[in-house]
């Protein structure tokens, strides 16, 4: 059976949508995350270079750039060699016995739940063997992260639990798949030429907004175009909402057909990237408009291209 590419972020992504429900906050959840089979000076270390601390409505956080760093990790826009190097991590027996202790603290249906997701090939009545299948995954994961010179994601390929079904799911698409995939991509082209003109017009009302000056005839002026962009951002939140569901039904139904034809995992790929916060927040300044329309007419070509791979199928 093909072999299933896992990188540090995916499996911290799984960790915290499954062990953790996706409830903590993210980077909160990183820090607590990272910490998992460290020693006493290590865990001090993650502490010193991500402290806790708590915000003026008691909640505990960590500092912007800090958690930045840490959302960065479970994005997988970093690899975690550089923390690696900084906490002189070593993945030996100690660390693997410390990491499966700590994993008792969580729900084992969980865990069980987590192994699953990777299809581990464990015996799933034997909650020791599953949590040593997931301390060994975890170890792979790290020290191939640790043989990276950059700090680049990389990935590790492990070899799935066999299932006949998905199997057979994974070479076939049936009317109805088809039809849903065609359904679910009108409305995502809909909802594309929607996100272009929303953002075209931000783009253009603060192009304008910036060759105002602070004049008092242009003071009027600067506010009603401040009401504008802030009407169309309004909009295209919206519009990323409405496009986000729309991706991950899309993904749910492609991402095991990926291996029929190279544009579905094209597609797949775009639907993934599409609602990325890269491209969500554009309130700052520097939002670059132009990486994102780039992104849409991708999206859009690729739509066409599984669309047509579907009527001649």
């Known amino acids: 059976m093909p072999g299933t590419e896992i990188s540090f972020a995916e499996y911290a992504q799984a960790f915290y949508e499954t062990v953790y429900d996706s409830k903590p906050p993210k980077a909160l959840f990183m820090?607590?995350?990272?910490?998992?089979?460290?020693?006493?000076?290590?865990?001090?270390?993650?502490?010193?270079?991500?402290?806790?601390?708590?915000?003026?409505?008691?909640k505990r956080i960590i500092e912007k750039n800090k958690a930045d760093r840490l959302r960065k990790y479970l994005r997988g826009e970093n690899g975690i060699s550089d923390l690696i190097s900084e906490l002189g991590w070593k993945f030996d027996s100690e660390f693997k016995r410390r990491y499966i202790e700590e994993l008792q603290e969580f729900d084992e249906?969980?865990?069980?739940?987590?192994?699953?997701?990777?299809?581990?090939?464990?015996?799933e009545d034997n909650i020791d063997q599953v949590s040593e299948a997931i301390a060994d995954l975890y170890i792979a994961i790290i020290n191939n992260e640790s043989s990276k010179k950059f700090s680049k994601a990389s990935k590790i390929t492990i070899i799935s639990k066999p299932d006949k079904k998905e199997l057979f799911s994974s070479y076939t698409l049936n009317k109805s798949e088809k039809q849903a995939i065609i359904n679910i991509c009108k409305l995502i082209k809909t909802e594309l030429?929607?996100?272009?003109?929303?953002?075209?017009?931000?783009?253009?009302?603060?192009?304008?907004?910036?060759?105002?000056?602070?004049?008092?005839?242009?003071?009027?002026?600067?506010?009603?175009?401040?009401?504008?962009?802030?009407?169309y951002i309004r909009r295209l939140d919206k519009s990323f909402a409405k496009l986000e569901q729309l991706c991950a039904d899309l993904s749910a139904l492609l991402a095991p057909k990926r291996v029929m034809d190279e544009e579905y995992a094209k597609l797949n790929t775009c639907a993934i990237n599409i609602c990325n916060d890269r491209y969500k927040s554009t309130c700052h300044a520097g939002y670059d408009f132009d990486a994102l329309w780039q992104l849409i007419s991708q999206f859009d070509k690729s739509i066409d291209n599984v669309l047509g791979a579907i009527d001649k199928g």
Do not use: C, M
């Not at 820090?31 to 008691?58: C, H, M, R, V, W």
């Not at 249906?109 to 015996?123: G, H, N, W, Y």
């Open 31 to 58: 820090k607590e995350f990272l910490i998992i089979g460290l020693n006493d000076y290590q865990k001090e270390t993650i502490n010193d270079i991500f402290p806790t601390i708590i915000n003026d409505n008691g």
């Open 193 to 231: 030429k929607q996100l272009e003109s929303h953002t075209t017009k931000i783009s253009n009302k603060r192009n304008e907004l910036k060759k105002l000056t602070d004049s008092a005839e242009n003071k009027h002026w600067k506010k009603y175009l401040e009401a504008e962009i802030s009407s």
């Open 109 to 123: 249906s969980k865990l069980i739940e987590f192994a699953q997701r990777f299809q581990l090939d464990v015996d």
